[in-house]
T-cell receptor, first 114, second 111 residues
Framework: DSGVTQTPKHLITATGQRVTLRCSPRSGDLSVYWYQQSLDQGLQFLIHYYNGEERAKGNILERFSAQQFPDLHSELNLSSLELGDSALYFC?????????????FGEGSRLTVL | QKEVEQDPGPLSVPEGAIVSLNCTYSNSAFQYFMWYRQYSRKGPELLMYTYSSGNKEDGRFTAQVDKSSKYISLFIRDSQPSDSATYLCANVDNYGQNFVFGPGTRLSVLP
């Protein structure tokens, strides 16, 4: 168990809908990262938050947004969903420079858009 | 050139073989090096973590880093079918925040 919790584990929705994925980082970790992994593809970095502030953006679509709350949990919002958004969405946390930068992943949220 | 590159495989080996997985990187700012193991449709699991050039051993796994040539290897001794997974090489800079992942190498260990 990595200590990173993601909900929901599975989500099925229709095109055009909006969903919210939730992540609770490991206790004490200040950084939260979001990644997208489509079938048989590598990890695509979406966005990084550190202690509530956005630190870096990757290939995140404008239809997607995220935030990190004062209690350090994070949410990834996906709107106007398209078939191509079907993927595994991983959250990962780290100490954010406090330690040596190890990154720990949750088990992911599997999104299926029909 | 991608920042972190790996041969995607698939790599198939018989049970008991020594496996060598390789990774190259281009950014000299990377200071920490990690190997993750990802089983199908599961979250990546941190397998090995190292900072300096040289070898680090953990059970059947040995990570080797050569910063001068920007080359990273993971060796698996006495490979088992349970080692069948995708292995991701990952690097991070000295601030511990800019993580870059390779595409992963898919390994199959055949019984």
């Amino acid at each position: 168990d990595s200590g990173v919790t993601q909900t929901p584990k599975h989500l099925i929705t229709a095109t055009g809908q909006r969903v919210t994925l939730r992540c609770s980082p490991r206790s004490g970790d200040l950084s939260v990262y979001w990644y997208q992994q489509s079938l048989d593809q590598g990890l695509q970095f979406l966005i990084h938050y550190y202690n509530g502030e956005e630190r870096a953006k990757g290939n995140i679509l404008e239809r997607f947004s995220a935030q990190q709350f004062p209690d350090l949990h994070s949410e990834l919002n996906l709107s106007s969903l398209e078939l191509g958004d079907s993927a595994l969405y991983f959250c990962a946390s780290s100490g954010g420079g406090r330690d040596t930068g190890e990154l720990f992943f949750g088990e992911g949220s599997r999104l299926t858009v029909l | 050139q991608k920042e972190v590159e790996q041969d995607p495989g698939p790599l198939s080996v018989p049970e008991g073989a020594i496996v060598s997985l390789n990774c190259t990187y281009s950014n000299s700012a990377f200071q920490y090096f990690m190997w993750y193991r990802q089983y199908s449709r599961k979250g990546p699991e941190l397998l090995m973590y190292t900072y300096s050039s040289g070898n680090k051993e953990d059970g059947r796994f040995t990570a080797q880093v050569d910063k001068s040539s920007k080359y990273i290897s993971l060796f698996i001794r006495d490979s088992q079918p349970s080692d069948s997974a995708t292995y991701l090489c990952a690097n991070v800079d000295n601030y511990g925040q800019n993580f870059v992942f390779g595409p992963g190498t898919r390994l199959s260990v055949l019984p």
